[in-house]
């Protein structure tokens, strides 16, 4: 039986329902064992969300994809995630859009997606540790927002630095069982636009 490979990642996307070819690529050339714990490392490949420092959990790598069509990146964006955990969604990011500001909570885990991150040659990230529900207002506006923690509803800070026409997904729900929606700025505010897929997320540190 051969190991599993970034082709299984790609499979299990493609079964969820993921189509955007370029989403796929970044999927398939972006090897997941790179940012994964050591001890972690024999499943890497394994679409299955893995047990990371501070009792947190990488997200599963389909739903990664899920959430990244669902910003209908082209190349050019300028985008904020929050949650950069390890680094591996963070590098997919990097990989689709024009540049990437990540907010992690926690020091040693941002500390560990950046060291991974430069061993990948990813240079267009910018590593924020911080409080990711006031998103970033030194680089806003943003394109496009992906947030990799539940909350209730989406924090008024990210809306407010979105720029009108982006796009922002997000787990919606208390931590544990959530809606993960996709949603569209307009300038009356957001605009819930699809349920990309059910899931369970930790809950956004420092929300309201």
């Known amino acids: ?15 969820a329902g993921v189509t955007d070819e ?18 972690a490392r024999t499943a890497a490949y394994d679409d299955a969300p893995l047990l990371i420092a501070h009792g947190q959990v ?5 739903l990664s994809a899920l959430m990244l069509e669902g910003l209908a990146l082209t190349g050019g964006e300028h ?5 950069t955990g390890v680094g591996f969604q963070t590098a997919l990011l990097a990989r689709l859009a024009g540049d990437v500001v990540s907010i992690e909570w926690w020091t040693d885990l941002s500390g560990q997606a950046g060291r991974a991150l430069a061993a990948e040659g990813v240079s267009n990230v910018e590593l924020v ?4 529900s006031r998103g970033f207002p030194q680089r806003a506006p943003f394109d496009a927002v992906l947030v990799s923690a539940a909350a209730p509803d989406v924090p008024a800070a990210l809306v407010e630095q979105l720029r009108p026409g982006g796009r922002l997904v997000q787990p919606i729900g208390m931590g ?5 929606v996709l949603f569209e700025r307009r ?4 605009r819930r636009v699809d349920v990309l897929a059910l899931a369970r997320f930790v809950r956004l540190r420092g929300g309201d």
């Open 1 to 15: 039986m051969h190991p599993a490979g970034p082709e299984e990642l790609v499979r299990a996307a493609r079964h």
């Open 22 to 39: 370029r989403v796929l690529r970044v999927l398939h050339t972006t090897p997941r064992e790179v940012f994964v714990p050591l001890e």
């Open 58 to 62: 990488t997200t599963q790598p389909s």
């Open 79 to 83: 985008v904020l995630e929050v949650g």
């Open 129 to 132: 540790v911080g409080n990711g």
């Open 176 to 180: 544990g069982d959530e809606q993960v």
């Open 187 to 190: 300038e009356s505010g957001l």
